[in-house]
């Protein structure tokens, strides 16, 4: 009896381990999934972890390892079984049953700028009643942008009035659609897509819309990352790349076009980034994701060679904004910008007590980080 009882107990055994074996995998999903498509950075964002298992087939020990950019730091109880080393390793262990599904929101802060992905999930299940583990892989498909964080309003507030005392004029050589200023009788010379057709039908005769004007209605934003000093100095670059998407976002939404030049290079290209942005809100998401993958620093191209191939952007139509926080090399440009921009502003990051640059012969804005 005893013999026959401890045969049937091996061969249990023997048949659990070899259906555990073949089937702990099966019909087990698991996902994970950044809940924002985009944060800017300092925000709080989640990341979504579903397990489910479909079948009857219990697994009593399941092990999640999930691993994401150390820039996304998990917070509160998202932070236990998280080790940071070259990357942020997430480590879950479950208990899941039969026709279960388990969700879990892991919260996070971005902590610097760029594009994060997770494509894979390792997966260690443990057979409690044999002792053995099991590996396997699932891939995952989910990505997250973390765009530039916007600076102080009240930072930024000179600056856009110095652009617009460049731009607004009342001199109505070059008529602004967006400026409206009232409404006149139609002239036979007037285009028919300015006249306000409420307005005529209230007056029953032809009556257009008039707009004030702008001489200078295009900006260029010069956003220079380049950074080879022994020390690098990320946070004076991290404050440009800022300083340049908030500049370029004001100014897209109230109707300038914008043209965005930066020596940090374009991922998708492997070239210096140039972005051009009409009128509008339309392409500020493209900003924001273009800067937030933006490589700086060593990577970036050189300062000087890049402005002299570009020279044909440079126009007099145009207000040229210069972020740099290299004050040695654009002072070598000094003539350059003086044949080519010489209504030139230039934002120069700093840190708090350093020395700022003297005898600027352009509008200047230090800019403490």
Same mark, same amino acid.
């Given at each position: $009896? ?29 996902? &994970? ?79 610097? =700028? ?12 443990? #057979?409690?009643? /044999?002792?053995?583990?099991?590996? +396997? ?11 530039? &964080? =916007? ?14 005392? $460049?731009?607004? /004029? ?17 002239? =036979? ?17 032809? $009556? ?43 100014? &897209?939404?109230?109707? $300038? ?8 290079? #374009? ?17 500020? @998401? ?5 800067? +937030?993958?933006?490589?700086? *620093? ?54 708090? *007590? ?11 804005? @230090?800019?403490?980080?």
């Amino acid at each position: $009896m005893i013999f026959l009882l401890a045969f049937f107990t091996a061969l249990a055994w023997v048949l659990w381990r070899a259906l555990f074996a073949r089937l702990w995998s099966r019909q087990l999903q698991v996902l &994970a999934v950044f809940e924002d498509s985009s944060v800017f950075e300092g925000e709080t964002s989640f990341l979504r972890e579903t397990i489910v298992n479909d079948k009857l087939l219990p697994v009593p020990a399941l092990e999640v390892r999930l691993a994401v950019d150390r820039s996304l730091v998990f917070s509160g109880e998202a932070a236990v079984n998280t080790k940071i080393t070259d990357q942020s390793y997430k480590r879950d262990i479950f208990s899941i049953f039969s026709r279960q599904q388990i969700v879990r929101r892991l919260s996070f802060t971005c902590q610097h =700028r760029g594009f994060y992905e997770i494509r894979s999930a390792g997966l260690v299940a443990s #057979d409690p009643f /044999s002792g053995a583990s099991y590996l +396997a892989d699932q891939p995952q498909s989910t990505s997250l942008f973390v765009y530039p &964080a =916007r600076v102080d309003t009240r930072k930024i507030e000179p600056v856009c009035r110095a652009v617009s005392g $460049m731009v607004l /004029s009342r001199s109505r050589l070059f008529p602004d659609p967006f400026e409206f200023s009232g409404i006149r009788d139609y002239v =036979r010379s007037d285009p028919r897509k300015t006249i306000n057709w409420k307005a005529s039908a209230r007056s029953q005769k032809l $009556m257009v819309n008039q707009h004030d004007s702008t001489t200078l209605s295009r900006i260029l934003i010069l956003l220079d990352t380049e950074d080879r000093s022994i020390l690098l100095e990320e946070p004076q670059v991290e404050e440009s790349i800022r300083i340049a998407a908030s500049l370029a976002s004001r100014f &897209a939404a109230a109707k $300038m076009d914008t043209e965005l030049l930066s020596t940090g290079m #374009d991922p998708q290209t492997g070239k210096p980034l140039f972005l051009s942005l009409p009128g509008g809100a339309a392409r500020i @998401p493209t900003l924001n994701q273009k800067l +937030a993958c933006l490589r700086t *620093g060593r990577d970036s191209a050189e300062f000087s060679k890049l402005l002299f191939q570009e020279s044909s952007l440079f126009a007099p139509d145009k207000t040229c904004i210069l972020i740099s926080k290299n004050e040695p090399d654009v002072r070598i440009l000094f003539p350059f910008f003086q044949e080519h921009a010489p209504g030139l502003i230039w934002i120069y990051p700093h840190l708090p *007590g350093a020395e700022l640059p003297k005898n600027i012969p352009f509008v200047f804005y @230090p800019w403490k980080v």
